[in-house]
């Protein structure tokens, strides 16, 4: 059984994962999962919670101190959940993958990375240095829907036009997830970034140096929308439209690819893109503070 810790918890994804792993709703489609299970829990906020949830769970260890849980596990989890806009946080980051990383666990960091590309090349920097595999992806990005917007991308002739719109959460934390389904679709090779606010509403172009335009929009809403339109030459793609065939189970898919890292020591995600996407949105917010056009190659 692989043993997985989740370090950093704050009311962010601790709940849905520890009932993935350790609950009685294991998704039949995906044995990996039973695989694993939680064996500790740590957090530095509302203790008493994470106790709870111990219990809940059975876990063998819930502590304040994040080396605690480290050392009884094979692979790490660090679910703090979006404050990217408070640097505490986004330190807290980076001082709690490198403990993990240094311990030889592979570990996970739940999105966004960071809001400073700095940040998230130390990150990386110190996993090609010790040779400990490191993974931060956005649940969309293994998408039923959006993998099959992907997968079917030719069906639309010439792409002219993509629209990706994300609702809720901040332009970094939530918009995370709409640059990582822009580039799980198109792939790499995004040259600039140019982001304007209208009201409440934020509109970032992403250029890729060709014919095509590509958008992501983010602004609160009542209901969560993630969803990525194509409009090609030949005809048209929307994920929102495939959902009731391909329904939403992409944390299963996510969490399936990070046991696969655990037992392989290889991430399935390059690192080239986990930075390429962080800066889409971080470019935007620079763009929206400076009022300019931002090279990714700056970063």
């Known amino acids: 059984m692989i043993r997985i810790g989740f370090i950093g918890v704050n009311h962010g994804h601790e709940g849905v994962f520890l009932d993935l792993f350790n609950g009685n709703h294991r998704h039949e489609g995906f044995p990996l999962l039973r695989e694993a299970k939680v064996v500790g829990i740590s957090g530095f906020e509302q203790f008493e919670t994470w106790k709870e949830l111990g219990k809940q769970y059975s876990l063998k260890v819930v502590s304040p101190k994040a080396s605690d849980v480290i050392e009884q596990c094979d692979g790490v989890m660090v679910l703090s959940y979006d404050y990217s806009y408070a640097e505490n946080y986004v330190d807290y980051h980076v001082e709690l993958a490198i403990a993990a990383l240094e311990a030889g666990k592979p570990t996970f960091v739940d999105k966004p990375m960071a809001n400073q590309m700095k940040n998230i090349q130390t990150m990386f ?20 829907a959006l993998t099959y917007v992907r997968d079917h991308l030719s069906d639309v002739g010439q792409v002219r036009f993509a629209r990706c719109t994300l609702t809720n959460g901040t332009l970094i934390g939530y918009g995370i997830h709409g640059a990582e389904m822009i580039q799980e679709v198109f792939g790499q090779g995004i040259k600039r970034i140019k982001a304007e606010a209208h009201g409440a509403v934020n509109i970032v172009h992403v250029d890729y140096g060709d014919d095509k335009a590509v958008i992501l929009e983010h ?20 994920s929102q439209n495939l959902e009731p065939v391909y329904p939403r189970v992409h944390y299963e898919f996510l969490l399936s690819e990070y046991i696969q890292m655990v037992k392989e020591k290889k991430s399935p995600v390059k690192k080239e893109d986990t930075i390429e996407s962080h800066g ?17 190659a700056t970063f």
């Not at 920097?125 to 039923?144: F, I």
């Open 125 to 144: 920097h110190r996993s090609a240095q010790l040779g400990v595999p490191l993974l931060c992806a956005s649940s969309m990005r293994t998408d039923p």
């Open 219 to 238: 602004f609160p809403c009542q209901k969560y929308i993630k969803q990525l339109q194509v409009f090609g030459t030949e005809g048209a793609l929307d």
């Open 280 to 296: 889409i949105v971080i470019g935007a917010e620079l763009s929206l503070k400076e009022r300019r056009v931002v090279e990714l």
